[in-house]
């Protein structure tokens, strides 16, 4: 069974960092791709970052890149997201998630906007950036 459980969020001012975990089980990162994506009261859910690690592949939207990072510790089976430079329109409650397939392309945070291209997710945590 996949269990995902992600940690990490809280509050921090405009200009602030955070560095989300997730930790995961259940599943092989050879296999399955994983990524983030987030989810702001009264918007669309939101893809903003994924990785294979069977090439290192990542691909982000535009609202975080240059801003986020996304890593993977297969040896600790923990998924990252560095998050630098946040922005008050980043409030969110974040959430990992297994996508179906195990390599990802510059269409795979469409599909986890509408959740087909995504096998499992955790719960979220809450991300709140004042300004």
């Known amino acids: 069974e996949v269990h995902l459980v992600e940690s990490g969020g809280g509050s921090v001012q405009a200009g602030g960092t955070l560095r989300l975990h997730c930790a995961a089980s259940?599943?092989?990162?050879?296999?399955?791709?994983v990524g983030w994506f987030r989810q702001a009261p009264e918007k669309e859910r939101e893809g903003i970052a994924c990785i294979s690690t069977r090439d290192g592949t990542t691909y982000y939207a535009d609202s975080v890149k240059g801003r986020f990072a996304i890593s993977v510790d297969v040896s600790k089976n923990t998924i990252y997201l560095q998050m630098n430079s946040l922005k008050p329109e980043d409030t969110a409650v974040y959430f990992c998630a297994q996508l179906i397939l195990p390599r990802v392309s510059s269409y795979t945070l469409k599909t986890m906007a509408s959740t087909y291209g995504m096998s499992s997710w955790g719960t979220g945590t809450l991300v709140t950036v004042s300004s």
């Open positions: 259940g599943f092989s990162f050879d296999d399955y791709a």
